[in-house]
Nanobody, 116 residues
Framework: QVQFVESGGGLVQPGGSLRLSCAAS????????IHWYRQSPGKQRELVAT???????FYADHAKGRFTIFRDNAKNTAYLQMNSLKPEDTGVYFC??????????WGRGTQVTVSS
């Protein structure tokens, strides 16, 4: 079955950086796009960034210029490099794949807290 293990979150001060990792299994990783989502306190889960299997990327407005998504197909792992972090970036970050016509069940995510 499709599974995700997110890691790399933690507590960081405003302006700091984190690199999140998404280790995926249960599907042919290299031929699918991978999404990073986040769920912040009091908000709906929202798309942060996408890495397409063709090499392109997508970023939500709040991520442009600060976040970089990339992937290592040999390791079945996607990453989200997060720089210049702001308190509003606080939330639980998840990865997922549009496999079988829809997103798969969510993993447990990794908590990111940006605070002084």
């Amino acid at each position: 079955q499709v599974q995700f293990v997110e890691s790399g979150g933690g507590l960081v001060q405003p302006g700091g950086s984190l690199r999140l990792s998404c280790a995926a299994s249960g599907f042919t990783f290299r031929i699918y796009p991978i999404h990073w989502y986040r769920q912040s306190p009091g908000k709906q889960r929202e798309l942060v960034a996408t890495t397409y299997h063709t090499g392109g990327t997508f970023y939500a407005d709040h991520a442009k210029g600060r976040f970089t998504i990339f992937r290592d197909n040999a390791k079945n792992t996607a990453y989200l490099q997060m720089n210049s972090l702001k308190p509003e970036d606080t939330g639980v970050y998840f990865c997922n794949v549009p496999y079988g016509g829809s997103l798969r069940p969510w993993g447990r995510g990794t908590q990111v807290t940006v605070s002084s």
